[in-house]
C-alpha cells in the first residue's frame, strides 16, 4: 500500500462508517474536497482514484467538510516524581542539577584549573596562583550568586563587590569574594579534553559541553511527559564572539547568536528536548537523513513522541505538506503558518489574489490548507482543522471573522516564546563572555531554572518565577554557603551621607583572631608623604555607620566636616 493509501486509510477508518456523507461534490461530480469516496476492497481501487489521492482538491468554503478527527492520545501527561512541596523549591532544581552532574563539574574544573596553572607561565602576582580545589558545595554557592545577578543587573561583575557606597551589594562580598568568583568562572569546565577524540566523538563541535548536554535532554524527557499539544521553534542566544556557526536571525531580539531548536509543552513552555545547531554537523536522528534540514529537525526532536497521537505546531520554516504526511503515517497531528512555494502546494493558491477577510482552501487526505487575506496573506496547513470561520472580538468592540486555526495556531504557538521572555527577564547569561561553551552552558542552566520552575506550578506553587529564583538563592545559600564576617578594608570612596548624618566613634570589635584589631585609616592613607607614597597609618577607632578606620583626632573631625581632604 502507498503513503497515501495509507494516509487515506488511516482517515475514514478514524471518521467512522458514515464518511462517506460528509463528502462533498460539485455539480459535475468532480471532487470538491480530499475526502475521497474509496472502496472498501483497495483492490479494484482504479489508478485515477490514486492520482486524485495525491492530488489536492479544493473545498467549497460554504459548505465545508467536518474537520478531520485527530488520532487518540495513548500517552499520559504527567511528572514522573514525587516531590513535596513543602520541602522548599531547591528539590526542583536538585532534579536538574544533582549530584551526578555536579560531580562532573566539579571533577572536570579541577582538572582544568591544575592543566592550566602548570602549563601556563603565570605572573608572580598572578590571582590563579591561589587557586584552590572547588566543591560542590561552593559550586552550588557559585550558581546562587549568578542567578543572582541575573535578577540585579549591574554593567560590569565587578560592580557586584563595589565598596563605593552609591552601588554596593555587600550581600556578594559576604557570600564569596570577588577573586574567588573570578577564578571558579574563569575555571569552570564540563568535559576532560585530554580524552577528546573528533574521529570518534558523537558532536565533536560541542565536546566541551557534551556531558551536560546529554544529561539535560535525558532528565527533561524522564521528569515529565508533556500534554498533547507541543510546539517547536528555535531559540536564539546571543553571541558575538567568533564561531562559524554563529546565526543571524534579523527578527529575533538577540539577532546574532547560538541556534537551538526546541521542543516544548505549547501551555507550560516546559522544554522536553532540544538540539543545538552547529551547521552542517548538526546531530540529527540518522533515519531522517533523506528529509530536508527543518524536517530533520521535527522528526529527531519527535521521534520520543511518535505514535502516541500528540498535536505539533510549528512555523513556516518547518511546516510543509511531505511532513505532514511523515508525521501522520506516525499517528501525529500537526499545524502551522506555511509558505506557499513549499512543495505539493497547489499552484492555485499562489497564484490567485484574495479580497480581505476572503478564504480559499484545499485538501488531500488529512491534509488541508487554507489561505486567508488579513492585512497581509496568512497560510496555513492543518491535518485536524478545516476552514471554519468563527467570530472575534476586535480591541474597537467590533466582531470580526477568522479561521478558527489562526486562533488556535496562536493559542499553542508560544512555548517557545513564553520561555525566551522569561529568560530575557531574568538573564545569567553574561554579555562579554569570550567562550562559547560558558554561555551555552549558563543558557542550559537558565532553561533548567524554567523546567524547574514550570514543575513547582505544576505542583501548586504559587511563587511567581521572580520569587522563585529569589527563593532559590537563599535556599542554595542556606544549605551550601557560609557567611564570611571578615572586617572588611575601608570603601575606595567615601559614604556620600557621612556629611549630612550624626556620627559617633567606637573602638573595634575584637575578634576571634586578634584581641585589639585595627584598620587603616582613612584620612591618614590618603595622604602622600614628601616621596609620593601613600601614608600607611593604624588605628583602634572606626564610624560604624561609614564602616571606614578613624584616628581619634582630627582624622573623624576632618571626614565627617570636609568634602575633600
Excluded at 484545499?362 to 476552514?387: A, E, Y
Aim: proline share 5%.
Amino acid at each position: 500500500m502507498s503513503d497515501s493509501e495509507r494516509l487515506i486509510t488511516e482517515y475514514n477508518s478514524d471518521i467512522g462508517s458514515d464518511s462517506e456523507s460528509e463528502i462533498s461534490l460539485n455539480d459535475s461530480g468532480s471532487c470538491e474536497s480530499s475526502l475521497l469516496d474509496f472502496s472498501s476492497d483497495e483492490e479494484t481501487e482504479s489508478s485515477d482514484n490514486l492520482t486524485q489521492v495525491r492530488n489536492f482538491c479544493e473545498i467549497d468554503i460554504n459548505n465545508p467538510p467536518p474537520p478531520p478527527p485527530r488520532f487518540p492520545f495513548t500517552a499520559n501527561p504527567a511528572i514522573h516524581l514525587n516531590i513535596d512541596l513543602s520541602d522548599g523549591t531547591l528539590q526542583f532544581l536538585d532534579i536538574f542539577f544533582g549530584d551526578n552532574l555536579l560531580e562532573v563539574i566539579v571533577s572536570e574544573t579541577n582538572k582544568y584549573a591544575d592543566r592550566s596553572i602548570r602549563n601556563c607561565n603565570l605572573r608572580r602576582n598572578s590571582r590563579a596562583k591561589k587557586w584552590e580545589p572547588t566543591s560542590k558545595n561552593e559550586i552550588q554557592v557559585f550558581f546562587a550568586l549568578n542567578i543572582l545577578q541575573g535578577i540585579v543587573k549591574k554593567p560590569d561583575i565587578e560592580l557586584y563587590w563595589s565598596r563605593r557606597h552609591s552601588t554596593s551589594t555587600p550581600f556578594f562580598s559576604k557570600i564569596m569574594s570577588y577573586r574567588r568568583f573570578h577564578l571558579i568562572h574563569r575555571y569552570l569546565h564540563f568535559s576532560d579534553d585530554a580524552k577528546f577524540d573528533a574521529k570518534t566523538h558523537e558532536c565533536p563541535k560541542l565536546q566541551k559541553l557534551w556531558p551536560v548536554i546529554k544529561h539535560l535532554n535525558a532528565r527533561y524527557q524522564e521528569i515529565m511527559t508533556p500534554e498533547r499539544d507541543v510546539t517547536i521553534d528555535e531559540s536564539l542566544m546571543l553571541f558575538k564572539g567568533r564561531l562559524h556557526w554563529k546565526q543571524y536571525i534579523p527578527l529575533k531580539r538577540s539577532r546574532f547568536g547560538i541556534k537551538s531548536f526546541m521542543l516544548c509543552e505549547s501551555k507550560s513552555g516546559y522544554v522536553y528536548q532540544f538540539i543545538i545547531y552547529t551547521g552542517k554537523d548538526t546531530l540529527f536522528d540518522n533515519n531522517y537523513q533523506y528529509l530536508c534540514k527543518s524536517s530533520q529537525v521535527v522528526m529527531t526532536l519527535m521521534q520520543p513522541l511518535l505514535n502516541k497521537g500528540y498535536c505539533l505546531t510549528t512555523d513556516n520554516y518547518y511546516t510543509s505538506p511531505e511532513l505532514a504526511d511523515i508525521l501522520l503515517s506516525k499517528r501525529t497531528d500537526m499545524y502551522g503558518t506555511l509558505k506557499l512555494n513549499r512543495k505539493d502546494v497547489p499552484k492555485e493558491l499562489q497564484s490567485k489574489k484574495l479580497k480581505k477577510g476572503e478564504v480559499r482552501a484545499f485538501q488531500r487526505g488529512k491534509v488541508c490548507i487554507i489561505k486567508w487575506m488579513d492585512k497581509k496573506v496568512v497560510s496555513l496547513l492543518s491535518t485536524i482543522h478545516n476552514p471554519e470561520m468563527i467570530e472575534v472580538p476586535s480591541h474597537n468592540d467590533e466582531v470580526r471573522k477568522k479561521p478558527q486555526v489562526v486562533m488556535e495556531y496562536n493559542n499553542t504557538m508560544g512555548g517557545v516564546d513564553r520561555l525566551d521572555q522569561h529568560l530575557t527577564n531574568y538573564p545569567i547569561i553574561k554579555k562579554r563572555g569570550k567562550k562559547y561553551y560558558k554561555k551555552i552552558f549558563f543558557h542550559l542552566f537558565d532553561i533548567s531554572l524554567w523546567n524547574a520552575f514550570v514543575l513547582y506550578q505544576k505542583h501548586g506553587g504559587k511563587y511567581s518565577h521572580l520569587n522563585f529564583r529569589l527563593d532559590l538563592v537563599d535556599r542554595l545559600i542556606e544549605r551550601h554557603g557560609t557567611v564570611n564576617e571578615r572586617i572588611g578594608q575601608p570603601g575606595i570612596l567615601p559614604n556620600p551621607l557621612r556629611l549630612t548624618e550624626r556620627h559617633f566613634l567606637e573602638v573595634i570589635p575584637a575578634t576571634e583572631k586578634k584581641l585589639r584589631p585595627t584598620r587603616q585609616c582613612f584620612v591618614c592613607c590618603s595622604k602622600r608623604n614628601e616621596s609620593g607614597k601613600r601614608i600607611r597609618r593604624e588605628t583602634r577607632y572606626f564610624c560604624p555607620d561609614c564602616d571606614v578606620g578613624l584616628c581619634l583626632s582630627p582624622c573623624f573631625k576632618i571626614y565627617h566636616t570636609k568634602a575633600d581632604f
